[in-house]
């Protein structure tokens, strides 16, 4: 049947064939629009295997938290979230950045790129720690790996990453994009 303009500035009636309207009911719908997919969350993988580590050394290197994801579109955004009971033994500052095997370093912290220092007030600091990347676009479907790297900016200190096994956590979570 053939749409009829009614009375009035917008009025409109009539049906459309069923056939001539895709997705026309629940059953059917085999994609959402675009302004409703994106942000979805599409997947989370999480590892709570992490090992203490401790490291005097100045120089970056891994601290065990890492993680792997497939993302399953290349417009995805990834977020990686690691966590636990950090310390340091000593006074001083400490580094720590969070790096993808997909585009290199791409934290941001506390306003800094890469890097994040806290300083120590007395020896044997504690407390719960946490370092948040996002990789805006990931153009890949291919497995990332996203791994936290850890360094004591101060000489003299032991920095712990986490500081025991107990309460720690790598999270990864794909957005739509």
Do not use: H
């Not at 955004?77 to 001083?92: D, E, H």
């Not at 805006?136 to 920095?159: L, R």
């Amino acid at each position: 049947m053939a749409i009829t303009r009614l009375g009035g500035a917008n009025a409109i009636s009539g049906t459309l064939p069923a056939a001539n309207i895709n997705d026309t009911s629940i059953g059917n719908i085999t994609a959402l629009p675009a302004a409703i997919a994106t942000g979805k969350v599409l997947q989370i993988v999480e590892d709570t295997s992490i090992d203490s580590f401790s490291t005097t050394s100045t120089s970056i290197s891994d601290t065990g938290y890492s993680i792997t994801i497939t993302p399953t579109a290349t417009s995805s955004k990834i977020i990686v979230i690691a966590y636990g009971n950090w310390g340091i033994g000593g006074t001083g500052r400490t580094r720590i950045k969070m790096v993808s095997n997909s585009s290199g370093s791409f934290l941001a912290l506390n306003g800094e790129a890469d890097y994040a220092g806290w300083s120590g007030s007395s020896t044997g600091l504690c407390w719960m720690g946490s370092i948040i990347g996002v990789e805006p676009t990931i153009g890949t479907t291919s497995p990332v790996t996203y791994k936290v790297q850890a360094a004591c900016i101060s000489s003299g200190i032991t920095w712990y990453v986490p500081i025991d096994n107990s309460y720690a956590s790598i999270i990864a979570y794909e957005i739509a994009g």
